[in-house]
């Protein structure tokens, strides 16, 4: 099996920063993709930003300039660094990861979310 720890969420004014960090365990033989979701009440969850292997990234234009996805492979883990946050901002941020475990199984996980609140 493959877990996702979550970290570095919290409550932030409005022009604020904050890092949150992904860490991947398990069975894991490979990663392919890991990124970032948000889920605000009331709405659907929606892409943040994305970072396959290879270093191709896929980030929501919401967050363009703004927000940074990096990744440690070595770690298995991702980062999303999170500047000139707004009140809209706010939601649970969810990390999904999606590879190869050991015995060419695959994988597509969530981590259990962690909440972002940015204060106007």
């Known amino acids: 099996q493959v877990q996702l720890v979550e970290s570095g969420g919290g409550l932030v004014q409005a022009g604020g920063s904050l890092r949150l960090s992904c860490a991947a365990s398990?069975?894991?033989?490979?990663?392919?993709?890991m990124g970032w979701y948000r889920q605000a009440p009331g709405k659907q969850r929606e892409l943040v930003g994305t970072?396959?292997?290879?270093?191709?990234?896929n980030v929501a234009d919401s967050v363009k300039g703004r927000f940074t996805i990096s990744r440690d492979n070595a770690k298995n883990t991702v980062y999303l660094k999170m500047n000139s946050l707004k009140p809209e901002d706010t939601a649970v941020y969810l990390c999904n990861a999606n590879g190869l475990q050991y015995g060419a199984k695959w994988f597509d996980v969530w981590g259990q979310g962690t909440q972002v609140t940015v204060s106007s």
């Open positions: 970072l396959t292997g290879s270093g191709r990234t």
């Open positions: 398990g069975s894991i033989f490979s990663i392919n993709t």
